[in-house]
Nanobody, 115 residues
Framework: QVQLVESGGGLVQPGGSLRLSCAASGSIFSINVMGWYRQAPGKERELVAAIHRGGSTNYSNSVKGRFTISRDNARNTVYLQMNSLKPEDTAVYYC?????????WGKGTLVTVSS
């Protein structure tokens, strides 16, 4: 059974940094995309960043230049380095894996940006 476990969330002041990690356990074949969504209170879930099998990346306009996504294929792990955090980045961050056979989601990790 595949499980995605996120870590690295927490409380940070505006301008600070956090690094999120998401490790997948279990057997996953043919991973195509790994990435992160987020959902703020009262808002819809939105794509934050994604990294494709070949290494190409996509970012939401709101995080471009501040967030960096990376992956370790050997460990089925995806990371999100978040710098220059803003209060509007406050949300629950969910990692996902899109594989040929199925999609998988983590349970989420809360990021709170506040002074």
């Amino acid at each position: 059974q595949v499980q995605l476990v996120e870590s690295g969330g927490g409380l940070v002041q505006p301008g600070g940094s956090l690094r999120l990690s998401c490790a997948a356990s279990g057997s996953i074949f043919s991973i195509n995309v790994m990435g992160w969504y987020r959902q703020a209170p009262g808002k819809e879930r939105e794509l934050v960043a994604a990294i494709h099998r070949g290494g190409s990346t996509n970012y939401s306009n709101s995080v471009k230049g501040r967030f960096t996504i990376s992956r370790d294929n050997a460990r089925n792990t995806v990371y999100l380095q978040m710098n220059s955090l803003k209060p509007e980045d406050t949300a629950v961050y969910y990692c996902f894996i899109a594989a040929t056979s199925s999609n998988y989601w983590g349970k989420g990790t809360l990021v709170t940006v506040s002074s």
